[in-house]
DNA sequence: TCGAGGTCAAGAGCACTGCTCTCATCAGTT
DNA sequence: AACTGATGAGAGCAGTGCTCTTGACCTCGA
């Protein structure tokens, strides 16, 4: 489809440096990731790969946007099949973002572990891709605020945070008020660390043979904490949370 | 002190080894932590490092146990200092954590953040060392559960967690129910994400003028939620916290 | 049709890395 | 005072990122 034959080829090839990139990322992980070793797999002097990438830094752009583009896109998809209840749409969102980060760990690390030393993403090229999740759950939370689906719990919040908070609310037109807007930075900052904890297995000395049932619990609990109401009817078909509540036996 | 002065010049030699090597994990990360740069600074020809540390795993298992230690020092005299109710070590738990790690970012990266592929800090030597915070934490939970202060709010957990709490418990010795347990380890993971999220400056594109402020108010969060009562003699002096709720003015 | 311009791969080369080996030296131990 | 083991130096191997030059190819327009 794109012009000529030539830019085609291009196209192609750079979708190939791409996709060994991302098998060697990982593999070897971000550090040690190597267009020597990119070029030996596509079959292809060392320096000719300079001809479609700039630098190791830009290898490494270019595995940053396409990691945002994917956890992006299946998180919209979950949500999207998860209904209208916010609370819904506020679990699949968390499941999902879990359910990448643990099927791509070294992907996560690269876009929510530690920074790379001496490499900055350039925003111009990551930011759009890299806010959409954290974006959707604001938009979430603004509509189960919208509709009352939220109760108002969280307690005003310092002055000095009010300039910021007013900054993220106009930026992405919410209508929720500097508490709800401080609770939802903070439940995303409590996910953040509940999916780094698992995927970067720093529980400590302890180990949990059941990893996503304590994710389930702890979700659970940011979401009590951020006021989304409970569902009365009951859960979706597969998700069997919380079934030791109700034993129902006989 | 320690005997022979052949082992007191090899202890010596250790010492500025680690500590060039924790300047260099500062200014380079630990994937770029470098043997060779090591030796130049130590004034030594690399193969001579060598006969110090066995090889780069190994400095850098030096450096893990280095920053744990310090950061347990740290944390441990923090909460000495706060007094006896729980509410107050605790914050003085977390406020410890987050000054070590926004001063010693890349120590912090090294044992939170993403794990360095190909690396593993060895159990034997880490461990030990690497759970004072948590445990500590554990302990002051488990205090405030024994003295009254801790309101039991939280809700039972799904009994596939059961063994894995118990596991904990027994190895500390601690008298809280399992969804105390769980409680405390959803904090653990929250306080994670929040310090994870100002170090590794992962907020999206939103920043924050004062973060130490949204760092409170999220501990305070997570505070509740552990169902730590809220002190009700005044602040220490030096925390200004929620001085806005009492403008108290005239 | 044919030539010019652009595109690409190859190869050599520089400076760096981790790590191993051998050899000389010098200091602590006996 | 003699010995021996710890230590440092140096060479060397295989790998890395990146640059530069060279030669081949392809595409497009005159």
């Known amino acids: ?29 971000a550090a040690a990731l190597s267009l020597r070793a990119v070029a030996r ?13 700039a630098n190791r830094d830009e290898l490494l752009t270019l595995l940053v946007v396409d990691a945002y583009t994917e956890l992006g896109d299946e998180v ?5 099949a998860a209904g209208t209840a916010a609370a819904d749409r506020f679990r699949a969102l968390t499941q999902a973002v879990r359910a990448w980060a643990v099927r791509e760990p070294s992907r996560y690390a690269l876009l ?17 891709e890299g806010t959409r999740v954290v974006t959707l759950l604001a938009l979430i ?31 992405l037109s919410l209508a929720v008020p500097d508490r709800v807007i401080a609770a ?7 996910l953040f660390g509940a999916v780094s904890f698992e995927v970067f297995g720093q529980y400590g000395p302890s180990t949990f043979a059941d990893p996503a049932a304590l994710f389930d619990l702890v979700v ?15 859960a979706p078909a597969g998700s069997r949370r919380k079934d030791w509540r109700t ?3 006989g």
Chains 1, 2 share one sequence.
């Open 112 to 128: 929510y572990g530690s920074p790379v030393p001496g490499y900055a993403a350039p925003a111009e090229r990551t930011t759009g």
């Open 1 to 29: 489809m794109p012009g000529t034959p030539r830019a085609r080829a291009r196209e192609q090839t750079l979708g190939d440096i791409t996709s060994i990139g991302r098998r060697h990322l990982g593999e070897v992980g």
């Open 247 to 249: 034993p129902r036996t």
């Open 141 to 171: 939370i603004d509509g189960a605020w919208r509709s009352g689906e939220l109760d108002d719990t969280a307690e005003p919040v310092a002055p000095v945070l009010a300039p910021d908070l007013r900054a993220i609310r106009d930026q």
């Open 41 to 53: 797999e596509l079959g292809v002097v060392s320096s000719a790969v300079y001809r479609y990438v």
């Open 76 to 80: 919209d998809a979950a949500v999207e």
């Open 184 to 190: 939802t930075v903070q439940a995303w900052s409590a």
């Open 220 to 234: 659970d609990r940011i979401a009590v904490q951020l006021g989304l109401r409970r569902l009365t009817h009951p």
